[in-house]
Every structure is written in C-alpha cells, then in structure tokens.
C-alpha cells in the first residue's frame, strides 16, 4: 500500500469544511471586519473637513488606519485563533484524535496535513479580509480623493502584514490547542497571552516596551499601522516582521515536537 | 497475529502493565479480560502505538505500528466509541477517515449500510446513541478489511439485539482467519464472544487458554471415600491437585468427574460420593483475578 500525503490533506480538508461552526465562522468574522473598516472610513470621510490642513494634504497614515482598524485586527485574531485551535481542540476534546493516529500512525504526516490544511485556507481568508478591506475603505475615501493605491508606497508591505496575521494566528492558536487540548482552557490561553498582553503592555518602560513587541498584534501595528506621535523605545518594522517569523516557527516547531512525543 | 513481549508501561509510581508477554492467533475471538484498571486500555494503545512502551514490545501483525505510515488496512480498532466529532455527520466523519488511507467512498457507503447507520449517515454524530456510535466506530475499525481488529469494550451501551450482532460479526471475522482481539472487564460477556481468553490483574497476566480450559481449571469436584488416603495419592499421582476438607471428603481440581471415577475403579478404591463443582465462568474469573466475588 503507498501512502499518499495528498490524501492526507484532501482528508484535513474534509475534515476542515464538514463543521457548520466553520464556515459560520469565517462569514460572519469577515462581514464584521469589513464592516468595521467601512464604517471608520466612512466617518473619516463625512468629516474630512474637520482634519488640519496638513493632515488633509497627506491623508495617508488615516487611509491606511481606516484600511484595518486596529478592532477589526482583534475581531480576526479571536475568529481565527478560535478556528486554529479547533482543528486540534476539536480532536483532543472529542478523543478523535486517536481514531485519528491509528488510521495514521504516522503523527508528523498528519501534523503536517493539518498545518498546510489551515495555512492555506487561512492565507486565503487574510487575502479575503486584508485586501477587501484595503480596496473597499479607498474607495470609500476617494469620495474626497483621500483614497491610496495598492501600488503607493508602503502599501504592499502593510496590507502584507494583515494578510499574513490570519496564517500567523491560526498557527499560534493551535499550538495553544495542542499544549492545552481542552476547549475553554485554549481559547482563554490564547486570549490572555496573544491578544490581551498587548493591549496592556506600556511604551514607557523599557521591559514592558521590549516585551510587548514581542507580541505579534503589536508587530502588526508597527508594520500595518501608521505610528502616531514620539515613542521612548521606537523599533523598525524590519523587527515586527522578525517577530512574526519567530513565532510562526516557534509555534510549527512546538506542534510537532508535542505531537510526536505524547502519550494519546 | 498480535504478539507482545515483557510489555510493561508506568505512569508516574503507578505501574499500568507489567512484564505482560501473551500471542493472540488468528482465526479466533480472543477475549483480553481484566477488572477495571488492570491495564486492558494501556495494553490496546501501546499496540496501537498511541502511547510508548516503556520497556518491551508489542508488535500486530510482526511490526511496532508506530512505524506503518498508515493504519487501516493493517489493523482496525474501536478505543472509545466517543472518539468521535459530534459536530460531523456519520458519512462525512467516515468519508475523511478513509480518504487517509486511500479508501473511496462507495466502501464507505457500504459499511454504512452494513453497520445499520445507512438512513441516518447525513446526521450529526451528537445525536447518536451509544449504540449507534458504536456501530459507527465498528464501520470505522473495517474500513480497510484490516488482518487484526481490536475493541475495547465494544458491547458497552449496546442494547440485546446489538450485543448479537456485535458476537456474529466477531465470529465471521474469525473465521475470514482474522485476528479479534476484544478486550471486557465482565467475564460473562464473554461465555459467547471468545474461544480464547488473555486475562490480566494488575498489569500481570493470569492467564492465557482457551476458555473451556479456563473454566475446567478453576472447577472442582467433591469426592466422598472410605479410603481417601489411597485415592488421594492416585489423583495427585495422574496430576490432580487435591484438598482434603474438614468433613473428610477430598476437593479435586485439575481434572473431571470422569477422569476421577475411571482412576477410583482402576485402584479399586470405593466412591461414595462424586460430585463436580462447575465454576460459573464469573466466579472462576473472580478467583483468578484475586477480587472478591
């Protein structure tokens, strides 16, 4: 008999459609954020006069917030982060994940399924949501001629960064999922450390500063968010997307090591 | 074949198995019996290389089955009927089971039928019984008409005429030549399930025959004789164990009423009294195990 790893992805793509919760999910979290960016270009717009002369010749650093407000980076993180631990929560919580390795004692094949499985769809939704928004809140602005181009500089970087957040998160909240395994327990995890610590975490220390970009979501906002004002301990956006690069490893390199060596 | 050797596996101080080393054949239900912690699930899953042995081996079929890159057409398995996705219909949890193993989907539709879930595979697997989950594991377990299939406690939740079905499927599978292997902490489900046992306490085993046997060692039979010394040395001479009793009769185990009574009059000794004591199978496994009946 060969085994065949496409079978194994066509299988965690089965796997991945045949939850309502799923599909549900991915609407309802896109719609929100689309709405969400639409509904803060759309104030930007009707008060376009009251910005300062200088803010109105250079809209840009609004444009570009009003393309993915912060909320709506928060709203992806939770639909996401829920979704990503899913795919394994929902094995560990239910016990399938042992129906699961012994039709594949192979662990690392099914790991591996499971992560392109969720890359990819992920990707697609980031592409979705990121760009979506990016062209429908310009358009939106370009009632007052403040709307930027995909081209402009900068752009293609920041709208990048949102694209791959979705990736980012699903990866991190399945390692969550696989260290934790229980539903309640994953999502609160996750939560605290991935999207709270962040908010909560001060510019005005240096630990706390350090730490906190550290964090992906403030990665993201240094990358994809225009930076407003002085900050004591500024950083480079070369930096946000190192820390993207070390959790996303971090997180694939947890997965399969965890998997592979646990009792199930 | 399903071979494990000087099997043992400790979790923290407690010891789950314990220098286990047991064959189950094929051709044959082989009934893996035990009281509730004695080690039967630790067993299962280390064969099924869901945890590692901490010393010895298990093998199904001459391989660790860690090592195979797929399962199904080797072994099949029900653990736990709940080891499931509630939130997936029967036909689409069984299709993407398959699909793992390259199996297609009229094999699917087929099982479905065979198992009695065909008019009910399009629903949510969370309103399913436990009966009915357990036909859907059992569908899953032959998905690829595997040599070996092994059930934890496969007649748990299963109302009579399932308990029925359950047996003759068994039976069929056995006499297709595959190995069953189906493990149960209650020895009277087993009097029409297993032709063979491997009982196990406490991680060691206790035994491993078939069940007639299992049942005939562990019965007696009371003899009554004016002359028990004699007839005592005979019987332990043929490989009887004998107990002699506070009212003077002797208390034999290790062979038949018949055995004894052709032994008594080739040595001319009087009976006055021959009486075999049939263990019930529950009681002979109580015995075995060391619990109180």
Sequence with gaps: MTAHFRDLLVAEWMKWWSLRSTTWTLLLSALTILTVNCWSAYNDLTNFERFSADARADFTRYAMSDAFTPSSCLALMLAIGALGAGVVVGEYSTGLIRTTFVAVPSRAAVIAAK?????????????????????????????????LELSDPGVPEQVLATVLLAPLTALVAMAFGILVRHSIGTLTAFVLAFMLLPLALGEDLYATALLSHATPYRAWLRIADIQFGDQPYPWTPAGGWTVYAVWAAVSIALAVTVVRRRDH | MIEVRKLSKRYGDAVAVDDLTFTVRPGRVTGFLGPNGAGKTTTLRILLGLCEPGSGTATIGGRRYRELPRGLRHAGALLDARDVHGGRSALDHLTALARTNGIGATRVRD?????????????????????????????GALLGDPPVLLFDEPLNGLDPEGVKWVRGLFHRMAAEGRTVFVSSHLMSEMEHTATDLIVIGRGRLIAAETLERFRGTRSSVTVRTPDPGTLAEVLIGAGGTVRRRDDGELSVSGMSAEEIGDLAFASSVPLHRLSPLTASLEDAFMRATGENP
């Excluded at chain 1, 992920?122 to 990016?134: P, Q």
């Excluded at chain 2, 099982?111 to 357990?134: I, N, T």
Aim: hydrophobic content about 50%.
């Design chain 2, 111 to 139: 099982l479905l039928d065979e198992v009695g879930l065909g008019d009910v595979a399009k629903r949510r697997v969370q309103g399913f019984s436990l009966g009915m989950r357990q036909r859907l594991g059992i569908a």
């Design chain 1, 115 to 147: 992560l392109l499985v969720l890359l990819a769809v992920t990707t697609g939704y980031g592409l979705i949501v990121g760009v979506g928004s990016f062209l429908a809140t310009q358009t939106i602005l370009d009632g007052k001629g403040a709307g």
